[in-house]
Nanobody
Framework: QVQLVESGGGSVQAGGSLRLSCTAS????????MGWFRQVPGKEREFVAA??????DYADSVKGRFTISRDNAKNTVYLQMNSLKPEDTAVYLC????????WGQGTQVIVSS
């Protein structure tokens, strides 16, 4: 089993930055693909970014603004979010596994204009 705990969410003005963290326990993080998704009430969960070994992938809406990285020694994956926009407001969830088998509870990000 893998347990994922996100942190780092909060409120920020448009143009600001936040860094989200997701720490895994139970299994070695380096074995898994890791990703970030986001969800707004009433909308489907949206892919944000993923990292597999050293290769990363991003949604078009966040390319050039967000960066995903991992520290296997700390069993942690990060999402650095820069140039935040009000439309980035959502609950951000961390996921792990080939088919996103494991999920965290999420951390709220609010971007005000």
């Amino acid at each position: 089993q893998v347990q994922l705990v996100e942190s780092g969410g909060g409120s920020v003005q448009a143009g600001g930055s936040l860094r989200l963290s997701c720490t895994a326990s139970g299994r070695i993080l380096s074995r898994y693909a890791m990703g970030w998704f986001r969800q707004v009430p009433g909308k489907e969960r949206e892919f944000v970014a993923a990292i597999r070994k050293s290769a990363s992938d991003y949604a078009d809406s966040v390319k050039g603004r967000f960066t995903i990285s991992r520290d296997n020694a700390k069993n942690t994956v990060y999402l650095q979010m820069n140039s935040l926009k009000p439309e980035d407001t959502a609950v951000y969830l961390c996921a792990a596994g080939t088919t996103w088998d494991y999920w965290g509870q999420g951390t709220q990000v609010i971007v005000s204009s």
